[in-house]
């Protein structure tokens, strides 16, 4: 059973940075897109940024300039670096991604559990 991983959240200062990082655990075979998505108290959950296993790479409007998304295939892991964070990135963050568990299965979509995310002063 695959298990999506989340780390890196906490209480930062606005203006201040902090780096998600999320792996899975269980058997892999092949993993495609990775994104981060966030869910701000009484909002509905949007995707913050997005990476292909080809390194397309989208992101959220709010967030262009400031985040960073990256992934190193070799350890499975996607990242988020978050700079200039502003009260407003405040939200539960949550890993996303599409993964194979071996090689005659198509792609599952899993989620991690969220990690929280705390802009304040």
């Known amino acids: 059973q695959v298990q999506l991983v989340e780390s890196g959240g906490g209480l930062v200062q606005p203006g201040g940075s902090l780096r998600l990082s999320c792996a899975p655990s269980g058997t892999i075979y092949r993993i495609n897109d990775m994104a981060w998505y966030r869910q701000a108290p009484g909002k509905e959950r949007e995707l913050v940024a997005l990476?292909?296993?080809?390194?397309?790479?989208n992101y959220a409007d709010s967030v262009k300039g400031r985040f960073t998304i990256s992934r190193d295939n070799a350890k499975n892991t996607v990242y988020l670096q978050m700079n200039s964070l502003k009260p407003e990135d405040t939200a539960v963050y949550y890993c996303?991604?599409?993964?194979?568990?071996?090689?005659?299965?198509?792609?599952?979509?899993?989620w991690g559990l969220g990690t929280l995310v705390t802009v304040s002063s």
């Open positions: 996303n991604a599409h993964i194979s568990p071996n090689w005659n299965t198509g792609y599952f979509e899993h």
């Open positions: 990476i292909s296993s080809d390194t397309f790479i």
